[in-house]
């Protein structure tokens, strides 16, 4: 791995870094908010973004997109984690547009994808099913074939954001009889469409994010399928040549244990000497400080395999991704410990007596899905074993 900057990248990280640093919001209360969609709000500087094609830096020029190279995008993420400023990314970005690229209609592109270039319109996804988790493809949310129209019956789960969402990508089966992989079409829906009912999950950190969402003879239009159909399910599978370093969860693991550093080193623990004092504090938090810049040495290792060999990422993502959700878990039981009972507080009822101003305890509790969401743990640990190690398959 080269750490260090070509001429070119070093002149797109200044550019990059200074445009974060005047033109970024400031506001503190979008760092670690319990919120996870209070970013939306920031439209100023998602205005700002698109202004220079940056909300979609991965899509191609011609689409909207900046066209950024693997390194430029690394750079470019990294560069707004530092900063702690709000990122553009989410399942219109990330899912939506490449789909629309790769296989929808012109008219369909010329529908959507400005909207999501314009960063202010929210996209939920409709996949993941009471019955149909990681084994996805055994999902059975119907749609049938009626004149124009397709008409969905059936139920999704853990749909973030919906209940903010104008439009979600459906898979939903329409054959039946086919293999599983084989019978799904991939669907926009319109989320104010009659007979889509969207109920709130709350979740163990009492944040609204999570949602339940019922289709009772909801009619959606022939024309609202991207692609073939029975073609779903290799539609989802679609991406561009994305930067899937996990940078920012790294950078922002290593803030996270500075800010707890600083936390120990400005309160007292028994009126006289500071938390910061213990050495078993320091131990620990020291150690949380190397596990940090472990997942971001793994990021670069991804994004160096992407930019020099051209390969997309494989086992190498898992090892990542399990690796930083579980050191979230690590630091947010470092930070319990450190807050002692004022760790149990939350800004909504304690106010300026919760630490951190309620983020330890949001993010102790929210930690426990990310070893979940996004592929668990255990399937993760299943690829690496299997696609890293060559294991047998059980």
């Not at 709000?41 to 950024?68: D, F, V």
């Not at 008219?107 to 996949?127: A, N, T």
Request: glycine content about 10%; proline content about 5%; some cysteine.
């Amino acid at each position: 791995m080269d750490y260090h900057d070509t001429a070119e990248e070093a002149a797109f990280r200044t550019e990059v870094r200074d445009f974060v640093q005047k033109e970024a919001p400031r506001d503190p209360g979008l760092r670690g908010s319990a919120d996870p969609f209070a970013m939306r709000g920031t439209r100023e500087w998602m205005t700002k973004l698109a202004a220079r094609k940056w909300i979609a830096p991965a899509w191609p020029a011609e689409y909207g997109g900046a066209g950024l190279s693997v390194m430029e995008q690394f750079i470019f993420n990294s560069e707004l984690a530092e900063a702690r400023a709000p990122r553009p990314v989410g399942i219109a970005v990330g899912f939506v547009g490449p789909t629309l690229i790769v296989h929808g209609t012109e008219e369909q592109k010329k529908k959507y994808l400005p909207e999501i270039l314009s960063g202010e319109v929210v996209w939920c996804q409709g996949y993941s099913e009471p019955g149909a988790g990681s084994d996805l493809a055994s999902l059975q949310t119907r749609a049938v074939r009626d004149g124009d129209d397709y008409v969905v019956n059936g139920q999704k789960i853990w749909t973030s954001g919906g209940h903010l969402a104008k439009w979600m990508i459906l898979l939903a089966r329409t054959d039946p009889d086919a293999p599983k992989h084989r019978g799904i079409s991939y669907f926009i829906v319109d989320m104010k469409t009659p007979g889509v009912t969207v109920r709130p999950l709350i979740n163990a950190a009492d944040s609204h994010e999570f949602n339940e969402v019922f289709f009772e003879d909801a009619r959606v239009p022939r024309e609202n399928m991207i692609g073939e159909e029975n073609r779903g399910w290799y539609l989802a599978q679609t991406t561009l040549s994305f930067e899937r370093s996990n940078i920012g969860s790294a950078v922002g693991a290593r803030q996270t244990v500075e800010d707890l550093a600083q936390f120990a080193r400005e309160h007292r623990k028994d009126g006289t000497s500071t938390i910061a004092h213990n050495a078993a504090v320091r131990g620990e938090l020291a150690e949380r400080y190397v596990e940090a810049n472990v997942a971001t040495l793994m990021s670069y290792k991804i994004v160096s395999m992407q930019a020099k060999e051209g390969v997309p990422p494989g086992h190498e993502a898992s090892v990542a991704k399990l690796y930083s959700t579980e050191l979230n878990q690590r630091v947010y039981r470092t930070g319990m410990k450190l807050a002692g009972l004022y760790g149990q507080l939350d800004a909504k009822s304690a106010g300026p007596g919760a630490a951190m101003q309620g983020r330890i305890k949001y993010m102790y509790l929210r930690s426990v899905a990310n070893t979940v969401e996004g592929g668990t743990s255990e399937v993760q640990r299943n690829i690496i074993a299997t696609r890293g190690l060559g294991l047998p398959r059980a």
